[in-house]
């Protein structure tokens, strides 16, 4: 069975600390991605990797960064929590393919960053 | 970039009632996905849907893709029905999925 796991659910940070999302997956997907979901905003995507150790941005990568030492695990990090940063954070995988291959996602981590 | 709109944005339904949920896209896709986000915020995969019709027990799908509209049936709805349901689209070529913003489904006993 397909499975994609963040290492929280909810997550509770201090203004400034450095904060670390974890997503390992299962299934030896090629592409992980990082997504935010915001009330009246959707999902955006912050970054994705497409290869172990490649990222490219996404829509919203600023005060984000991310690690991709592993082909299961892609790491979101949070250099300086702020309070904008609040939000509920989302990791997906897909295996390469043409055309696009389908995506399946992680349970989400519910960050409040006071 | 592509534009994925999502109708009707609220359903309310009685349980039993048939729904119909439907997704328009801006451009040509070649990937198109339906999730049901649940009360916990997990993203189920509903249908991978491109182009053609694919039926799940109560559930089925259709994308017309040379018309850039897919649409979602729930027949005989269940009060488990109830959540966010999202489509999901992807260009020729790019890995990113580009969401609609949903249609928020509450189905009362």
């Known amino acids: 069975d397909v499975k994609v796991t963040q290492s929280s659910r909810y997550l509770v940070k201090r203004t400034g600390e450095k904060v670390f999302l974890e997503c390992v997956q299962d299934m030896d997907h090629e592409n992980m991605f990082w997504y935010r979901q915001d009330p009246g905003l959707g999902l955006r995507l912050i970054y994705f990797?497409?290869?172990?150790?490649?990222?490219e941005k996404g829509d919203i990568p600023e005060g984000y960064s991310v690690s991709r030492e592993k082909k299961e695990r892609f790491s979101l990090i949070l250099e300086s929590a702020s309070t904008n940063q609040t939000s509920m954070y989302l990791c997906a995988s897909s295996p390469h393919g043409t055309p696009n291959t389908e995506a399946f996602f992680g349970q989400g981590t519910r960050l409040t960053v006071v | 970039g592509i534009q994925v709109e999502q109708s009707p944005p609220d359903l309310i339904l009685q349980e039993g009632a048939n729904s119909t949920l439907r997704c328009n896209f801006s451009?040509?896709?070649?990937?198109l996905q339906w999730f049901h986000q649940n009360p916990w915020g997990q993203l189920i995969n509903l249908f991978y849907?491109?182009?053609g019709t694919k039926q799940n027990g109560r559930l089925s799908a259709t994308t017309v893709a040379t018309e850039r509209y897919s649409l979602l049936y729930i027949s005989s709805s269940q009060t488990t029905d109830s959540g966010v349901y999202f489509c999901a689209v992807q260009n020729t070529g790019f890995q990113k999925l580009v969401f609609g913003t949903g249609t928020r489904l509450l189905v009362s006993p």
């Open positions: 990797s497409y290869d172990v150790k490649m990222k």
């Open positions: 451009d040509s896709v070649n990937n």
């Open positions: 849907i491109p182009s």
